[in-house]
């Protein structure tokens, strides 16, 4: 990792600029459901405070569409990170202006301010250099530590670090580029990579990338259904992007041509209609019959990944099985939760992108099980396609 890191700069007494990702699912009374990404910032924060550093947090929630609304304050993260702590969270009104910055210039060694949410303002999606510029003269140094925005060029991510040197990563964003950039470019093998999800169109990319690098490519989820009709098959009502039909033929081509390893699945489980209490059977991927719908992988599928996965070395997982989120449905997608969890115990390095993938080793009970699970969905995927992202690329390099 060329990256210049937190460990590699000296942040004693300074004031410290840290991009974090609170962007955090909230409940309808606007309380914290899941306080991950939170949990994962404390690193970052505790050594900044162990320097006796001063650190202002800055992060987005939500999409206010770029004006003051109430329902996307950071506040309650700052009564959380608090508690966490144990430590006061000052938290500023609004991220720019004269009442934040008095409060920015008011800090004492070893306090804490949190800004209100970036995306208050247009300026920061925008990536505007007035109000980047605004931002960077909050520190002495800065720190990104959110890997879950930085496939995104914003005013906190990528302008800042034009005018405030020198800019690193810090512990959360360290761990996440060093586990993803060794499962591309220096994994022990066999490295078996797990893609899912419902559609072709959101991980085409990754899937290309990955198949020339990975010993075995193991495709499930609802993109599969694609494949199948491309290969002729009887798929019923099961989601399929008809206009990726070509393209899915393209890559049948492309892993024939080349002998590559690649594992559909062979049974499925099907429904009468889209409902956690519709009838159900386990069909072969070959007997869907008129008007069901496939929403799950079956046994002898979750059998075949793990014959492969008690193999590998490296394993990567991103995307589900199954409609997950429906408990009837929900089997395949645990499942390899459960073998991942078994492989990490048994030595091998697991992988596991963020979004639904992430919700569902926590709802499987595994997320702990897991050698790394990504705190960013869209950025763990753009990293695995091989693209740069452009709040690593915008920092300090050793």
């Not at 990338?209 to 010993?215: A, H, I, N, Q, R």
Request: proline share 5%.
């Amino acid at each position: 990792m060329d990256t210049l890191t937190l460990d590699d700069i000296n942040i004693t007494g300074k004031r410290v600029l840290v991009r974090v990702d609170f962007n955090v699912p909230m409940t309808a009374d606007l309380r914290i459901a899941d306080d991950k990404r939170i949990i994962e910032s404390l690193p970052t924060i505790r050594k900044i405070l162990n320097a006796r550093g001063s650190a202002i947090l800055m992060s987005h929630l939500g999409r206010p569409e770029g004006g003051a609304n109430p329902e996307f304050s950071l506040k309650p993260v700052a009564g959380l990170l608090s508690t966490l702590l144990g430590v006061e969270v000052k938290f500023a009104p609004d991220c720019i202006g004269g009442e934040t910055k008095l409060m920015v210039d008011g800090l004492n060694a070893g306090e804490i301010l949190l800004l209100e949410n970036l995306r208050f303002h247009r300026e920061e999606e925008a990536n505007d250099p007035e109000f980047a510029k605004e931002l960077a003269g909050y520190g002495q140094v800065y720190v990104n530590d959110a890997f879950g925005t930085a496939h995104r060029a914003h005013a906190s991510t990528e302008g800042v670090t034009r005018f405030l040197k020198p800019a690193v990563a810090g512990q959360l964003m360290r761990k996440e580029i060093e586990y993803l950039g060794r499962a591309l470019s220096n994994p022990q093998r066999p490295y078996v990579a797990i893609i899912g999800g419902s559609k072709i169109s959101g991980k085409i990319d990754v899937i290309q990338s990955l198949l020339p690098k990975v010993d075995v490519l193991i495709i499930g989820g609802g993109m599969a259904f694609t494949f199948f009709q491309a290969q002729g098959l009887e798929i019923g009502d099961s989601i399929v992007e008809n206009e990726k039909i070509s393209l899915a033929r393209q890559i049948l081509d492309n892993i024939k041509a080349n002998r590559l390893r690649v594992i559909f699945p062979i049974d499925c489980v099907i429904a009468d209609r889209f409902d956690n209490d519709a009838q159900r059977r386990v069909v072969p991927v070959n007997k869907i019959p008129p008007g069901w719908t496939g929403l799950d992988i079956g046994p002898e599928t979750v059998k075949l990944i793990n014959m492969e996965v008690r193999r590998a070395r490296t394993i990567i997982w991103n995307g589900p099985m199954g409609v997950f989120e429906m408990s009837n449905f929900a089997n395949g997608t645990f499942e390899v939760a459960r073998l991942l969890a078994e492989s990490t115990k048994a030595g091998a390095t697991t992988i596991v992108g963020g979004g639904d993938s992430a919700a569902a080793i926590a709802q499987a009970g595994f997320g702990s099980a897991i050698s790394h699970v990504s705190t960013g969905g869209g950025a763990s995927l753009e990293f695995l396609e091989g693209k740069i992202l452009p709040g690593v690329a915008a920092l300090d390099k050793k």
